[in-house]
């Protein structure tokens, strides 16, 4: 069982930034794979960017290549999703999902078998 905890969320300009985190509580985390998806009203579930929890790949949306990064703090089981210069468009809640499957780093939803309440994210103009 893996518990997923997000903050960070909230109310910025165009432009500005915001940092999200991602709590887990869980075993055997280097197994998993770890990934933020967000969704718009109206849209579906998207990805946004995503890692292995034990190093190497990482995969990101175009849209946000360059203005957002990942990180992750091993001893506080926390992934982090720095955003900046954020968008009108990037204005959605933010999910951080596990995918516990051996495999490829997906983007699509249906792999990842746990999720967080999701934060949300507002960008005014």
């Known amino acids: 069982q893996v518990n997923l905890v997000e903050s960070g969320g909230g109310l910025v300009q165009t432009g500005g930034s915001l940092r999200l985190s991602c709590a887990a509580s869980?075993?055997?985390?280097?197994?998993?794979?770890i990934a933020w998806f967000r969704q718009a009203p109206g849209k579906e579930r998207e990805f946004v960017a995503g890692?292995?929890?034990?190093?190497?790949?990482?995969a990101w949306l175009d849209s946000v290549k360059g203005r957002f990064t990942l990180s992750k703090d091993n001893a506080k089981n926390t992934v982090y999703l720095q955003m900046n210069s954020l968008q009108p468009e990037d204005t959605a809640i933010y999910y951080c999902a596990v995918d516990p499957y051996t495999g490829g780093l997906s983007r699509i939803p249906s792999p990842y078998l746990y999720w967080g309440q999701g934060t949300q994210v507002t960008i005014y103009s």
């Open positions: 869980g075993r055997n985390f280097n197994r998993y794979k």
């Open positions: 890692l292995y929890w034990s190093g190497g790949t990482t």
